[in-house]
């Protein structure tokens, strides 16, 4: 009887100290208890420029940038793919990983980092200097915004957008040029991460390639 005793409190004891190491593990490593919900990452596109520009910088003309406008499947903070071998048709959202804005804002905030660097960035309706014209209106359409897997284990961050440069006027807005711009970047990895980095890598591609347009249209 004190044999069984003694083997049912070490028995305890046992339980009780695995379960301490257990919970010390979980608290360590960052991971959620049983039944807690887990948080998804968040991603952004980095810190960006490291400086900015001075006044000097701004030698181009200025430039007005509207919000980027984004069909609705992008109106969202979802971290997006397609299977391209499955069906190509449908965007799918990783459960665990999150932008920290829509990509419209992302793409519109590294856009004028940008475009920043070298010219004045105002936004529509805001004047320019005084007795000058009215700055042009750059406008962006963003088409597409996805991680697309060409195989499971084969992947490229998909970008694809509209640039319109108007000219405003007591009369509406006239039409200076427009271009379509669909750039796309290996993902080092078959996941959300691996995404995370192509699309920012397609996103700066494609703001280097409308800030070259830009400019030689409008110097």
């Known amino acids: 009887m004190k044999d069984a005793m003694n083997l049912i409190a070490a ?18 490593t960052g991971c959620a208890l049983p ?22 910088q701004a030698r181009l003309a200025p430039l007005a940038v509207a919000d980027v406008e984004a069909n609705p499947a992008l109106d969202s903070t979802a971290v997006l793919y397609r299977l ?3 069906d190509d048709q449908q965007l799918k959202a990783y459960a665990q990983a999150r932008w920290s804005m829509p990509p419209a804002q992302l793409v519109r905030q590294r ?23 009215a700055p042009l209106t750059l ?18 961050g998909l970008l694809r957008l509209r640039a319109t440069v108007v ?14 711009v669909t750039v796309q970047r290996p993902a080092i990895s ?8 192509a699309m920012t890598a397609a996103t700066d591609a494609a ?10 249209l409008m110097p």
């Open 84 to 86: 391209a071998y499955a």
């Open 111 to 133: 856009l004028r980092e940008r475009l920043g660097q070298h010219r004045a960035l105002l936004n529509p309706g805001e004047g320019g200097l005084p007795g000058a014209p």
């Open 11 to 28: 028995q305890a004891y046992s339980t009780r100290a695995r379960g301490i190491f257990l919970l010390i593990s979980l608290v360590l």
């Open 139 to 156: 406008r962006i359409e963003l088409e597409e915004f996805s991680q697309l897997f060409e195989a499971p284990d084969k992947s490229v």
């Open 167 to 180: 000219r405003p006027g007591s009369g509406g807005e006239t039409l200076v040029a427009q271009r379509s």
């Open 207 to 216: 703001v280097g390639e409308l800030d070259q347009w830009l400019q030689g």
């Open 35 to 56: 039944g807690q919900p887990v948080r998804p990452a968040i991603y952004d596109f980095g810190p960006g420029a490291r400086s900015a520009a001075s006044a000097s």
């Open 190 to 197: 078959a996941d959300a991460p691996g995404g995370v980095r």
